[in-house]
């Protein structure tokens, strides 16, 4: 089967902040298009995953950028020795075998691109194909999942009315803390006391969002600051590391933020 | 003294001593003791000391006891110093400051303790003596309070900065240096802050947002009466912090700065509003807010243990000590510190009620309740407690006066937040409202083409003050620039138009040029005959082409380009009196060569459509840097704009920092992709208040790095063959071209502007 490689073989580990696999699974049942809304390295991309995996369905992933064009997503043709042969994009390979088909990023997207997907996410579920002259209609299975981060994109970059109006929403944020600090210390194998230790400084860089810093410490840094620590390094250099020297480039910023790292221990 | 009979051949210090006399057997014990090496340079120095002073014998008593300390503490080197700075002041027949820089020598070892300190101290005198003669004595008699507060590099740089302020007139110089004049306190608390407040606010305000999600606004404190302690403070969510904490320095007053900023913070997370103190004592209200700094830094420290090791090192009151403000400090360690022991029974009864209440620490009331009962206690031992004298101990623990309502006979401020925003939007009127005065200013003035209008010095209206970097003391010294905005000159605009008629081939060339350039965003150009990758449509057209037949396209790539110029210039033009010269063998001058420069720039920009500014700038004296706008961001390359190109006359000094400071300012609120500020200039930056060109050079550097900071790139195009080196030091070698060939500047300006634009 083409869609073979896109299956999950092993649970993606997630933990749920609320009601959200019901929520999804009920979409999906649905095939309802979703939006997926959260800062950046809050688990979307993860409980996607998770969800394709408890789902059984293959995942299409595709990462939008500023450069995609609406062939990158359903297709183009290509030349060979004889001639030009048509190659399916991400997106087709999604609609016409049946998988979960996630854009990343999707704002990142110029707008006239996305309006290729109109047609997939309302009762039609069709992608016209103009280049080839084939209308696809869509594989019961087949299933649109888009996430973006409505906070640091700017006015200009956000979705056209009439795509917005088309999906159903999940709204995701940073885990409370206790749940955070088990996400943290499951994932980085940390004790939880340190893991806690950590979420505090990453609390302390999200009160400077807004002033100084456009994102908080995300769930992911804080993983990553907690697989420093595994290997030993000590919670200053750690955060230093993986939290301070990343998130931001002002020096006042960062003094204060290695203040702050060091107060909460 | 044994060693007096090694000395194994008389030099001038022992003959000089020939009296023999206490001191002079002193001196010639002193001889004795220096080695080989140092013995020449030392008795020469002394020979020419002693034949200043043949009969002086006041002087040479000073000397043996300066030069025996001196000495002592630091070996021969300083001693030579000495001696030669006191010879020289013989030489010029004053005596008396002679006696007062010797006698100053060993207060100076109070402060001063090794040769390298000692030598600058010198070297400061030195200097005074040289540039400030009538203010040497003043700065001896100061001896103590500058260098124990400054210590000799930071004097060095406050007597400079005395010196630079007084511009010249003697009498103001001397009431600076004798402190009669205010202005002296001032600087000098800058100059203690090695770690200014400034520089912190950034960074302490950020560190007490990341803690509790407050942001505070972080001001100085208004400057008190030097006797009484200083102490940080608060007004809601107003911070005030001192300049500095007198005698602290380094990376000791930045942790100082943090403990007192993050103190304050607890309060604003733990403290609640301020509460009424009707009926309470001085002694109660000190110890209520005594009781309240250790109940909000115990909550804070629940979610921040590493506080602790900020606050606790300050807590040092010994366990002695029966005054008033004694046990309060000793009662403010107890409660700070768990582990601290005090037997005081006093303290421990503080102590005690103070933990007792500790689930009730909620209600205001309780805290009111120890600190009254407390207050009584300290009544009942009949000790003395004045609040007029009384500093909240230890040091980083704010004045209180934050936490409570003092029912002040009419209070019209408002709510500190009020306040601070009020003072935001005051900010904000005085910025907008100089440019729109001046516009209405010019729309009053009727321009006509052929009018040559004078300036008129009296005229000019100070614009604004700019801070400048003082190369000694590396900092700013604030509002030490004035510009002056003179009303422009102004010459038929028809000059400029000729100008550009007479190289039509130029203009058309340049603004062809300028139109292909680009910057901004990526765009993909299709059906290209080269490019990165396969434009798809165009090779299948190609492609169908060839099998029917027919001769294909080959322009079958796509590529990527940046299109939609996205960016503004400001020109800014050096027009001192070194751009009179005329240029090797011909009658044409540098200036005009670089007004023809800017009129092709400009009119090339224009057709480009690129926002741009064209100003110039000249100084005379830190009082007046004249910085003329001759073509701002919102106008036009008009008529009046080239009549005041053409109007631009050449003289003065080169102040290049504040010129590039204004150009900062001018070019900062533009909302463009790329910000830059393209600066013409031929000579080295210069004025005639300031001796050292290296200053200038350091200033404009810094100027350069500032604009950098704030997203503006700098690019310098010099004139001057010879400028390689400081240029590059001010704009950075990337950042510099050279012209060799004057004459060639209308000609190679444009190509460049589109090389940088790029």
């Known amino acids: 089967m083409v869609l073979a490689p896109y299956f999950l073989a092993d649970e993606p580990f997630y933990a749920p902040q609320a009601d959200e696999i019901d929520l999804f699974t009920a979409a999906h049942a649905l095939r309802q298009p979703v939006m997926i809304k959260g800062p950046t390295g809050c688990g979307k991309t993860r409980f996607i995953e998770h969800m394709a995996w408890r789902l059984g369905r293959p995942l299409v992933t595709v990462a939008c950028h500023e450069d995609m064009t609406a062939s990158d997503l359903v297709g183009r043709f290509l030349l060979d020795a004889d001639g030009t042969v048509w190659h399916d994009g991400p997106l087709t390979l999604a609609v016409r075998h049946g998988a979960i088909c996630y854009l990343d990023e999707i704002v990142e997207a110029r707008q006239d691109t996305t309006v290729v997907i109109h047609p997939l996410t309302d009762d039609r579920r069709i992608l016209p194909l103009d280049k080839k002259n084939e209308l696809v209609r869509a594989h019961p299975d087949f299933q649109l999942v888009i996430s973006y981060n409505p906070g640091y994109q700017s006015v200009l970059k956000d979705l056209k009315e009439s795509t917005k109006q088309r999906f159903v929403g999940l709204d995701f944020t940073y885990p409370d803390a206790a749940r955070e600090a088990r996400i943290v210390a499951r994932e980085a194998g940390i004790d939880e006391a340190t893991a806690t230790l950590l979420v505090r400084v990453a609390d302390r860089s999200r009160n400077l969002k807004g002033h100084g810093l456009d994102e908080g410490a995300s769930t992911r840094m804080l993983i990553q600051a907690g697989r420093l620590m595994a290997r030993g390094i000590s919670l200053t250099a750690a955060c230093q590391m993986a939290l301070v020297l990343p998130i931001t480039d002002d020096p006042d910023l960062r003094a204060s933020l290695t203040d702050a790292i060091a107060a909460c221990q | ?758």
Not at chain 2, 237 to 242: A, E, N, Q
Not at chain 2, 243 to 265: N, P, Q, S, W
Not at chain 2, 570 to 598: C, H, M, N, Q, Y
Request: proline share 6%; with cysteine.
């Open chain 2, 1 to 758: 003294m044994t060693q007096l009979a090694e000395a194994d051949r008389p030099g001038p210090l022992t003959v000089a001593a020939s009296a023999g006399s206490a001191t002079d057997r002193l001196l010639s014990g002193l001889m004795a003791r220096v080695s080989a090496e140092d013995r020449a340079a030392l008795e020469r120095a002394a020979a020419t000391f002693c034949d200043r002073f043949q009969p002086a014998s006041l002087q040479r008593r000073a000397l043996a006891t300066a030069a025996l300390a001196l000495f002592d503490r630091a070996g021969a080197e300083p001693l030579i110093q000495l001696l030669e700075l006191a010879s020289e002041l013989g030489r010029r027949g004053r005596g008396g400051d002679a006696t007062l820089v010797l006698a100053a020598v060993p207060r100076a070892l109070r402060w001063l303790s090794d040769a390298d300190d000692l030598s600058a101290w010198l070297a400061v005198v030195a200097d005074v003596a040289e540039r400030a003669p009538e203010s040497l004595a003043a700065l001896a008699g100061e001896t103590d309070h500058l260098l124990g507060r400054l210590g000799a590099r930071g004097l060095a740089g406050f007597a400079g900065a005395l010196i630079d302020l007084a511009a010249g007139r003697e009498d103001l110089r001397q009431a600076l240096f004798a402190f009669r004049d205010p202005r002296a306190e001032t600087l000098l608390l800058r100059e203690a802050a090695d770690v200014p407040l400034a520089r912190l606010e950034p960074r302490l305000k950020g560190l007490v947002t990341a803690l509790w999600s407050v942001e505070p606004v972080i001001r100085p404190s208004p400057a008190g009466g030097a006797q009484t302690a200083r102490r940080s403070s608060f007004d809601g969510r107003i911070l005030f912090l001192p300049d500095a904490y007198r005698g602290v320095r380094g990376e000791a007053a930045v942790t100082l700065m943090k403990a007192a900023a993050l103190h304050i913070g607890a309060h604003l997370a733990h403290s609640g509003r301020p509460r009424p103190a009707k009926a309470l004592k001085p002694l109660q209200i000190a110890l209520i807010s005594l009781l309240e700094d250790a109940r909000a830094e115990h909550l804070a420290l629940a979610q921040y243990p590493g506080l602790n090791r900020l606050w606790l090192p300050f807590h040092t009151a010994p366990t002695e000590g029966g005054t008033a403000e004694a046990l309060l400090a000793r009662l403010a360690r107890v409660l700070a510190d768990p582990d601290h022991e005090d037997p005081d029974p006093f303290v421990q009864k503080g102590r005690a009620a103070f933990r007792a209440a500790r689930d009730s620490w909620d209600d205001p009331d309780v805290l009111r309740r120890i600190g009254s009962g407390l207050g009584n206690d300290l009544g009942q031992m009949r000790l003395q407690f004045n609040s007029k004298t009384y500093a909240v101990q230890p040091l980083y623990r704010d004045d209180n006066l934050g936490l409570w309502q003092f029912d002040l006979p009419d209070q019209e401020q408002g709510t500190p937040d009020e306040i601070s925003i009020s003072v935001r939007i005051e900010q904000r009127e005085t910025q907008t409202e100089e440019p729109d005065r001046r516009r209405t200013e010019e729309g009053g003035d009727e321009v006509s083409p052929v009018r040559l209008t004078e300036a008129d010095p009296e005229a000019a209206f100070p614009l604004c003050r700019l801070p400048e970097w003082d190369l000694v003391s590396h900092r700013h010294r604030p509002d030490w620039v004035q510009v002056m905005e003179h009303p422009p000159r102004l010459a038929p605009a028809a000059i400029i138009d000729r100008l550009l008629s007479e190289r039509p081939d130029l203009v058309r060339r340049t603004s062809a040029l300028i139109r292909q350039a680009r910057a901004g965003q990526p765009v993909r150009l299709r059906r290209q005959a080269e490019g990165d990758r396969l434009d798809l449509e165009a090779a299948l057209r190609a492609r169908i082409d060839l099998a029917g037949g027919h001769a294909p396209d080959t322009r079958v790539y796509e590529t990527r380009t940046l299109n939609s110029r996205d960016l503004s210039v400001l020109v800014l033009l050096d027009i001192s009196e070194s751009t009179k010269d005329t240029i090797d063998g011909s009658p044409v001058s540098v200036f005009s060569i670089l007004r023809e420069a800017a009129a092709h720039l400009a009119a090339a920009m224009a057709e480009a459509g690129d926002p741009f500014a064209l100003s110039a700038f000249h100084s005379d004296g830190r009082e007046d840097l004249r910085y003329h706008r001759i073509k701002r961001f919102d106008e036009a390359f008009d008529t009046r704009a080239k009549a005041r190109l053409a109007g631009l006359r050449p003289g003065l000094s080169t102040r290049m920092g504040g010129a590039l400071r204004m150009a900062t300012r001018d070019i900062q609120p533009m909302a463009t992709h790329r910000r830059l500020v393209l600066i013409i200039t031929d000579g080295e930056p210069s004025d005639i208040d300031v001796n050292d060109p290296k200053h200038l050079v350091e200033d404009a550097r810094k100027a350069v790095q500032e604009a950098a900071g704030a997203g503006i790139d700098v690019f310098c195009v010099g004139l001057d063959r010879t400028g390689d080196t400081y240029l590059s030091r001010i704009f950075g070698r990337q950042n510099v071209i050279q012209i060799d060939r004057v004459t060639a500047l209308p000609d190679r300006l444009p190509k460049l502007y589109l090389r940088l634009t790029r």
